[in-house]
């Protein structure tokens, strides 16, 4: 058994054993939660929510696969990101948005119409 010196800057206290596993159970489960929280909110998307999530609709609100196909073959960086399921591809919900992030458009800017003068109320 080492020795345990005095000048040590912690102090070993008694624990209970039952007490011990009962806050190891807890810590555990709230990792499992932890884990599974972000495991859900991190998910893997196919390629029809993964087209959604970019804005390839249709105007029925279903995905636009030739659309979203054609983008990716002008994408090597963005096809980068899918990994490959057997014959499917699938992305990750935070490599997409953090793509979409770091390729985030300007909005178009629209020539300002020139103002049209309104002819003065008659008078009368």
């Known amino acids: 058994m080492p020795q345990i ?4 800057l912690f102090t070993l206290i008694p624990v209970d054993p039952e007490a011990l596993g009962r806050l ?7 990792g499992a939660r932890r884990a599974l929280a972000q495991y859900e909110a991190d998910g893997f ?3 029809e929510q993964t087209a959604v999530l970019l804005g390839y609709r249709r105007p029925d ?14 994408n ?13 591809l699938r992305w990750r919900r935070s490599d997409v948005e953090r793509w979409m992030a770091e ?3 300007p909005a178009a800017v629209s020539p ?6 309104v002819p003065p109320c008659p008078e009368g």
Request: aromatic letters at 8%; proline letters at 6%; a positive charge.
């Open 5 to 8: 010196s005095t000048d040590q």
């Open 61 to 74: 609100g279903s995905p636009n696969a030739t659309a979203f196909k054609s983008f990716r073959q002008r």
């Open 24 to 30: 190891m159970e807890e810590c555990s489960e709230r």
């Open 112 to 117: 300002t119409a020139p103002a049209a003068e």
């Open 45 to 47: 998307l196919t390629s």
């Open 76 to 88: 090597a960086k963005f096809q980068a990101l899918a990994t490959p399921f057997g014959h499917r």
């Open 103 to 105: 390729h985030r458009r």
